[in-house]
């Protein structure tokens, strides 16, 4: 069972739109990562979010972190196709404790030249 | 190397016997996780080391998954009587363990086993 759920599960888009991916949870997160995966590689760390309500940019990539700390958001804007991928969240209940990293379920992104 | 190396990236496996994957973290990082990826999904934590310890086996599935990091560097994940659900990508991470950090992980490529 995913503690943290994504949506869209897939989404697949023309290339220059803006498109909005949630995760969400019942529970309090001390902190929030967001990953981008590609097929036959592993995860890579885009962002960390840590105060409820902060919001950080990377590019045409925005994040947001819940003032509760219980949800994220990652905003993209004017995708292009090399930002297809695996977008995963992940939520820490530790300070310093990697250990307790949870990862949602994933939302497959393809962004269509 | 500069990054996680995971061995092998495939492997193909009969139902019943026994397999070992291999991952060698970043250098000078004293947490190692495992993770099982299920197709499409997001990484499910299997087990936790800082050093050689074995801190958090939670994620286990069953007594026929075995993890050792016996000194505090390479680790080995055994799988035993592999089983078709045993089927995935397994992970191997890596970090740096720090009280102010907040725990980034660096993901290896994986090692995809199927099991006929």
């Known amino acids: 069972t995913q503690l943290l759920e994504q949506s869209p599960q897939f989404l697949s888009i023309q290339e220059g739109e803006n498109l909005t991916v949630y995760c969400n949870s019942s529970s309090v997160f001390s902190s929030l990562q967001w990953y981008r995966q590609e097929p036959g590689e592993g995860p890579v760390l885009l962002v960390t979010v840590v105060t409820g309500g902060e919001v950080k940019k990377l590019k045409r990539l925005t994040f947001q972190f819940g003032d509760a700390r219980k949800d994220s958001s990652l905003h993209i804007t004017a995708a292009q196709p090399g930002d297809t991928g695996l977008y995963l969240c992940a939520g820490s209940r530790g300070w310093g404790s990697a250990r307790q990293l949870t990862f949602g379920s994933g939302t497959q992104l393809t962004v269509l030249p | 190397g500069a990054g996680v190396s995971q061995s092998p990236r495939y492997k193909v496996a009969k139902r019943g016997q026994d397999v070992a994957l291999r991952c060698d973290p970043i250098s000078g990082h004293v947490s190692l996780f495992w993770y099982q990826q299920a197709l499409g999904q997001g990484p499910e934590f299997l087990t936790y080391f800082q050093n050689e310890a074995q801190l958090d086996k939670s994620g286990l599935p069953s007594d026929r998954f075995f993890a050792e990091r016996p000194e505090g560097s390479v680790s080995t994940l055994k799988i035993q009587r592999t089983q078709q659900e045993d089927s995935a990508v397994y992970l191997c991470?890596?970090?740096?363990?720090?009280?102010?950090?907040?725990?980034?992980?660096?993901f290896g490529e994986g090692s995809r086993l199927t099991v006929l």
């Open positions: 991470a890596s970090s740096l363990s720090s009280g102010t950090n907040t725990g980034e992980l660096f």
